[in-house]
């Protein structure tokens, strides 16, 4: 989250009168992020997240609010897009594109333990399970068509070694979404940036996740491997951390088993994973965008996830 765009008192009351949500008491930038504007919104009748859209069009909105709200009416606990008296969730703000939608409650744990890990894995379980039928379709729009796009811009600013690893991985992701295995994995709605800074807990107990802007349809596994990439590696080194690693994996299990076509695939989305976050962030570090309140994240930790990955394989029994 970052301020890109700023927005008067006076425009998000315009929006709270629209959608019959109280008088305005407080609006603050949020600081952190790189895609979009958000604010944290009070009003008389409760607590709020104001998003403005930088990059996404309105035409590409419909598919993030519905599915947030789709996914909130099947009991997962997200961010409830508020609507007008005509069931309208996307609004316009400062001539961007925006929505308000419900503050959860916590915060986020930046050094999980396995007990967090396991309540994210059985989350995103039942997050899949819940979006199975759901309707509107759209790609994961920072997938391998993405990568493939964005890597020429940001070889010139690689040095050799990082300028091989970029172009071979390239190279075998795009032989394994050749293969029957890989055509064969279940798939559906993805969140596809489950981070630790993308969940919310009370002490151990998981109160909700957000953040759905990358979302899109793609593999299950692809989306597992992201949040196994973050929630369980070692930030410092980007190495594997067996402990947590099993305890979410395993409370994922719980809830919707891997397919034996996904337990041999997991060690290359892991790769996979790792991948897409490390040409973003050069992405994000190299060609930046202005920003009021912004923070790009540092490229490097991704590409030592992995060389981790390739290094160290992780092998699923078949």
Known sequence: MAVFTPVTESEASALLQRLSLGTLVALRG???????????????????????????AHEQLPFYLYLMKHLAQAGIPVPDPQGDAQGDILFTVCGKPAALATRLSGSSQLAPGERHCAALGAMLARMHLAARDYEREQPNLRGLPWWNATAPEVLPHLDAAQAQLLQSELAYQNHVAESAAYAALPRG???????????????????????????????????????????????????????????????????????????????????????????????????????????AHDPAHFERVLRERVAHPLRLQA
């Open 30 to 56: 949020i600081e952190g992020g790189i895609e979009n504007t958000n604010y944290f919104l009070t009003s008389s009748s409760g607590q709020y997240v104001l998003t403005l859209f930088e990059r996404l």
């Open 189 to 295: 709605p993805v969140h596809a940036d489950l981070f630790r800074d993308n969940a919310m807990f009370e002490g151990e107990a998981l109160t909700g996740i957000f953040d759905f802007y990358f979302a899109g349809v793609d593999t299950w596994l692809f989306d597992l491997a992201v949040a196994l990439n973050d929630w369980c590696v070692d930030l410092p080194t980007g190495r594997h951390e067996a402990a947590r690693f099993e305890a979410l994996l395993g409370a994922y299990q719980g809830v919707r088993p891997l397919t034996r076509h996904e337990r041999v695939l997991l060690p290359a989305m892991l790769r996979a994973g790792a991948l897409r976050f490390w040409i973003s962030r050069l992405w994000d570090y190299y060609l930046p965008r202005d920003a009021q309140m912004l923070k």
